[in-house]
């Protein structure tokens, strides 16, 4: 299964905003509690946009079965080149090397907007398959973050991985 990986539009919104609910409502993938409905990720992508960061989805058969962007790591202007990589694939697409393609590009993008550093946040469960994925892609460990977040009556803490584009 070979995806298109392309920029995200507006019309892809209701499904990425699907996916990620998926997560939020069901895994502590995400530290997010109520999912963001489409408006909230049309802000988010015009912001993304406006900036000049990349954010992709991965399409097959016309479907959108992924979406992944860099966006700030910081807001102080000293860390403008440092983003940070979230990445979501629909459940049902998992463990087919979508998630690989897509992250490989979305590097290139971020690359070419002028990104040098990029971090992985990555809570402690269910995080087997991001783990692998970012360090198939080439990411390191730069070290972790105990009891940082709270979902579902848990303590979560979260892995920060690193990689350099230059
Ligand atoms: C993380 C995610 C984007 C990876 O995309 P994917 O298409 O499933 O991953 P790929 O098929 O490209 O595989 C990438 C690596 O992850 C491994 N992997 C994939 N699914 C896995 C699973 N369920 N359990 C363990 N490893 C898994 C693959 O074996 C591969 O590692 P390898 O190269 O060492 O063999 C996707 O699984 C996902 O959306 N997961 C839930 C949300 C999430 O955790 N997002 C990241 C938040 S930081």
Redesign the pocket.
Known sequence: MTPVIRAATGADLAAVAGIYGH?VTG?T??FELTAPDTAAWANKLAGLQAAGWPFLVAEVNGEVL?F?YVGPWRPRPAYAATVE?????D?A???????????TELLDHAQEAGAREVI????DA?????L?????AGFSEAGRLERVGRKFDRWLGTTLLQKSLN
């Open positions: 997560y895994s993938a995400t992924g992944a990589d979230t990445i979501y694939l459940p697409a998992t463990g087919r090397g979508i998630g690989s393609r897509l992250l992985a946040v990555i809570a269910e995080s087997t398959a991001s692998a994925l970012h360090r198939r």
